[in-house]
C-alpha cells in the first residue's frame, strides 16, 4: 500500500525499511513534519505515516480525505494530536502503537531521577573544565523515600518494578487500578494524597482535558517542599509557567522534562546555531536543578523494531481488510 511517512528521520526509515521487507509496502519518506502546508505531499497515497507532533487537525484531514488517504498509521502511543472526531466523521481509521518497550521509557524515568539526584550534568560538565570540586553536588538516598506514579500503564508498573529493587514506598493513581502494579510494591492513592506524600513524582499518563496542566501552581503547592517531578509522557501534563515559578521559590527542588508542551517545533531539530524564541524554555534550562531532554525515553534500538514492526503490521491490516486490533477510537478519548 502507497504510504507517505512524515516526519521521517534516517533512523526511522531504516527500521521501517527493514520491517517493511515481506509486507513490501511502498513507502514514501518525507522529512517534513505533516501541516496544512505539508499535506500536500500525501497527494497518491492511502495512507500516511505520522508521528507525535504531526498535526493532524480537521483542516489536515480534511485535505488527507480530499486526496482519499483512509488510514493513519501512528507511529507512537500518544493520540492527542489527532482530531479523532473528525476522523471518524471522515472515515478515516486511525492505529497507533500501544505498546513498544515500556522498559524504555521506564528506564529513561530513572535515569532522569538518579541524574537529578546526583547531579551527574553538572558533575560532567564540572571535570570536563578541571573543576574537581564536589561541592553543591550533595545528593539524597532515594531508599527510604516515597515515589508516586500518575498512571500505571505498563510504563507505570515498570518504573514500580525497578524502583521496588531501591526500597522505596511506592504509590499509584489511575483511573483504572491493575493489580500488577501492586504486585510489583505499589500502593492506589487519591491524587491529592499521591502529591503530598510524594518526594518523586513521576508522569506516565496519557493527555486528555482532564489531565491537561496537572501539574500547575495548585498542584505543585500540595506537594513536599523540594519535590522532584519528572515528565516522560506528554508536555501539556505539566505547566511550565507554573513548574518555573516553583523552582523560584524552592518548592519544586527538581525537574526532569522528557517532553515540552511547545516542543514541536523544537525537538528532534537541530538549532545549535539559531537563537531559539521560545523564552520559557530557554529559561527552563538555566536552572541548575532542572534537565531538559528531547522526546528520548523511547528512543532504543528495541523500541525503534516493535514500533516500525507494529505500524507495518497495522497497515497490512487495513490493506487486507482485516480488523484493526491497535485502531484508536472515539471510546478511547475517555
Known amino acids: 500500500m502507497k504510504t507517505a511517512v512524515f516526519s521521517t528521520k534516517p533512523y526511522d526509515a531504516k527500521f521501517l525499511v527493514a520491517a517493511n521487507v515481506n509486507a513490501a509496502h511502498e513507502l ?12 500536500k505531499l500525501a497527494e497518491g497515497n492511502t495512507a500516511i505515516c505520522a508521528f507525535v507532533n504531526d498535526v493532524l487537525n480537521a483542516r489536515v484531514l480534511d485535505i488527507l480525505h480530499s486526496q482519499n488517504v483512509r488510514m493513519i498509521a501512528l507511529r507512537c502511543a500518544g493520540f492527542n494530536q ?44 564540572r ?9 553543591g553536588l550533595l545528593g539524597f538516598d532515594v531508599h527510604g523515600k516515597v515515589l508516586g506514579i500518575v498512571g500505571t500503564g505498563k510504563i507505570g508498573r515498570v518504573l514500580a518494578g525497578l524502583f521496588s529493587g ?19 510494591g505499589g500502593h492506589y492513592v487519591e491524587l ?8 518523586i513524582v513521576s508522569l506516565h499518563c496519557p493527555l486528555t482535558p482532564e489531565t491537561f496542566h496537572l501539574i500547575d501552581s495548585q498542584s505543585i503547592a500540595k506537594m513536599k ?9 506528554r508536555g501539556a501534563l505539566v505547566d511550565a509557567g507554573a513548574v518555573i515559578e516553583g523552582l523560584k521559590s524552592g518548592q519544586l527542588g527538581y525537574l526532569g522534562l522528557d517532553v515540552y508542551e511547545q516542543e514541536a517545533d523544537l525537538f ?40 516500525s514492526s507494529t505500524t507495518i503490521a497495522n497497515l497490512t491490516a487495513f490493506e487486507n481488510g482485516e480488523a484493526l486490533v491497535n485502531e484508536v477510537t472515539l471510546a478511547m478519548l475517555h
Open 127 to 135: 571535570v570536563r573544565d578541571g573543576n574537581f570540586s564536589i561541592d
Open 225 to 233: 517542599q523540594g519535590v522532584m517531578i519528572i515528565n516522560t509522557s
Open 166 to 184: 531501591f526500597g522505596v514506598k511506592i504509590l499509584g493513581h489511575d483511573l483504572y487500578p491493575n493489580p500488577a502494579f501492586t504486585e510489583a
Open 28 to 39: 514514501d519518506f518525507y522529512e517534513e513534519k505533516l501541516s496544512q502546508h505539508t499535506a
Open 268 to 307: 528532534y531539530e537541530n538549532l545549535s546555531e539559531r537563537i531559539i524564541q521560545d523564552d520559557v524554555l530557554q529559561r527552563l534550562v538555566t536552572f541548575p536543578n532542572v534537565i531538559v531532554s528531547s522526546h528520548q525515553a523511547y528512543f532504543t534500538d528495541t523500541a525503534l523494531q516493535n514500533i
Open 192 to 199: 491529592e494524597t499521591l502529591f503530598s506524600e510524594s518526594d
Open 82 to 125: 489527532v482530531d479523532l472526531r473528525h476522523a471518524s466523521a471522515l472515515g478515516i481509521k486511525v492505529a497507533h502503537v500501544p505498546a513498544y518497550s515500556p522498559y524504555a521509557v521506564a528506564e529513561f524515568a530513572l535515569t532522569l531521577v538518579m541524574a537529578l539526584n546526583r547531579r551527574i550534568h553538572r558533575a560532567y560538565n
